[in-house]
């Protein structure tokens, strides 16, 4: 088959936090795509502020960088397993991937997850050893475990013959040679990579004469354009102002013309007259356009297989604010109709999320990857002026022949060799299965285990609490098995206002011995709202309102100073994996407060009577 010889479609896949994004900037700078004297920016590729403020990639965006005649198109995906359906689209774009692994942590759960991806998709690789001058590099023994990674994953011959280069990418340098452990690339540039590049990723293929197709596989907005839908041509020639058979995914066909044909020019997209089989580009001139769709020649057209991405195995409740400070905290978006119409539009631009109807009209059921991938959504929104109620995280269950399966996650840790029986006896309680334990003789340890999904809400917090913020934890959907009996919830309760009013110092430093504090002095606090942790394992209602009395009696001393223990500020993820079976979260643009379902203590007594009886 004749080929575009001018262009190659590379997609950069890694574990989080192993460099791509900083591998990409490197490349735009070397390739000359900004001008000589322009600001120097980091991490050009992570636009949104969730990105830029977590220090990851959620979105899959995509560049060009040309190099003499040829053009690279670079696509940055995500490397967290919750964002994987941004992965499966970028992958459909491309024609070869580059596998970033850091050269000390080698390769991770989301290593393995958009590997397996790629050898699917039978995509070639190329394999970046990156972070070459860490101290602690190891780069002959992560070589190995990424082979060891493709044979686990049943990679043929043809696919494990992969090249390999090394690079330190926040330097800028590449190199075919493999340096010493913490040594720079002998390359004073990344060309070495470009070339492996052009010699290992294959050139578009095209039949000659065929008829138009190209494929949605990302939807963008416009304040002039109107919603713009990213496709890659598959075969034949799309122009400005040409007809096109738009195949919707219901089965319906529509007329409709390209008014405006868009191609990707470093970070900058530029018009074009026309673009041919392999370009990437984007269209606009269809109002509701979504992803999956076909263009395709009018007189012949044929849709392309539908796009389809993991099953989703964590579900929570987001419905309307409830609380009686609803519209008090600076939300502007309050109503049923709002929420659901933001949902509704969330389901447009990111297939691996649903959102299904509940009892309630205004509470949907919305699932996804993963508990980081919900509460991005949920962070998101928040800014964009909603107030809404959150029900605790859930595992979505199914049911084989007649038995009930739950999902299973892949767990790796790398922790500090002394924390060792401390994590083990946490994940004991969550029915957590040690499968590996590798040690590099550096002090760390490795800990693989299979652990139930719902045994890792609320893990987090608890692991980083055990091991002194030191250890990292990663995990993968593991898929599903069969239902692991009842875990241990949290071994501690929830101290429960017990009326409305204003948190004092008074009562504060009385309650304080109780357990830890999540509201400082002065907080506007409502009946049935989560003010605090409880050190037992009972829930208590508690008065946080109650003044010091004040009398006209003349007293020998005077007040003494109250010393309170700072209180604890609760992030929204750290609020999700608190919650209890009972209780939520409300989220407004300025707070996170975590509250009982059901605000009024005598209610919530008679209906724990009710279920103690069922």
Known sequence: MPVRSDLRNVAIVAHVDHGKTTLVDAMLWQSGAFRIG????????????????????????NTAVRRGDMVINIVDTPGHADF???????????????????????????????????????????????????????????????????????????????PIVYCASRAGRASKNKPGNGEMPDHENLDPLFDVLLEAIPAPEYTEGAALQAQVTNIDASPFLGRIGMCRVIEGTITKGQQVAWMKLDGTVQRTKITELLITEALDRVP??????????????MADITIGETLADVETPVALPPITVDEPAISMTVGINTSPL??????????????????????IGNVSIRVLNTERPDTWEVQGRGELALAILVETMRREGF??????????????????????????????????????????????????????????????????????????????????????ASTLFDGYGPWAGDLRARPTGSLVADRAGKATPFAMFALQERGAMFVPPTTE?????????????????????????????????????VHLVPSRSLSLEQALEFCADDECVEITPVSARIRKVILNAGERARSRTRGNKG
């Open 38 to 61: 322009s600001e120097k920016t980091d991490r050009v590729m992570d636009s949104n502020d969730l990105e830029r403020e977590k220090g990851i990639t959620i979105l899959a965006k």
């Open 84 to 162: 994987g359906g941004e992965v499966e689209r970028a992958l459909m774009m491309v024609d070869g991937v580059v596998l970033l692994v850091d050269a000390s942590e080698g390769p991770l759960p989301q290593t393995r997850f958009v590997l397996r991806k790629a050898l699917a998709a039978r995509l070639p690789v190329v394999l970046v050893i990156n972070k070459t001058d860490r101290p602690d590099a190891r780069i002959d023994e992560v070589v190995d475990e990424t082979y060891d990674l493709f044979l686990d994953l049943d990679a043929d011959e043809e696919q494990i013959e992969f």
């Open 272 to 285: 074009v007259e026309s673009a041919y089989a392999g370009d990437l580009i984007a269209v606009a001139g």
């Open 326 to 347: 609803a519209g008090k905290d600076g939300g502007t978006k309050l109503t049923a109709r709002q929420v659901k119409n933001r949902l509704d539009a969330e389901l």
């Open 387 to 472: 107030e809404l109620t959150i029900g605790k995280p859930q595992v979505v269950t199914k049911i084989v022949d007649g038995k009930k399966q739950e999902p299973f996650e892949r767990l790796t840790i790398d922790a500090p060799e002394e924390y060792l029986g401390a994590i083990t006896q946490l994940l004991a309680v969550r029915k957590g299965r040690m499968e590996t334990m590798s040690n590099h003789g550096s002090g760390w340890v490795r800990l693989e285990f299979h652990v139930p999904s719902r045994g890792l809400i609320g893990f987090r917090t608890a692991f980083l609490t055990d091991t002194r913020g030191t250890g990292i």
């Open 525 to 561: 606090v409502y009946e049935g709202m989560i003010i605090g942790e409880n050190s037992r394992s009972d829930d208590m209602d508690v008065n946080i309102t109650k003044e010091k009395k004040l009398t006209n009696m003349r007293q020998s001393s005077g007040d003494e100073l």
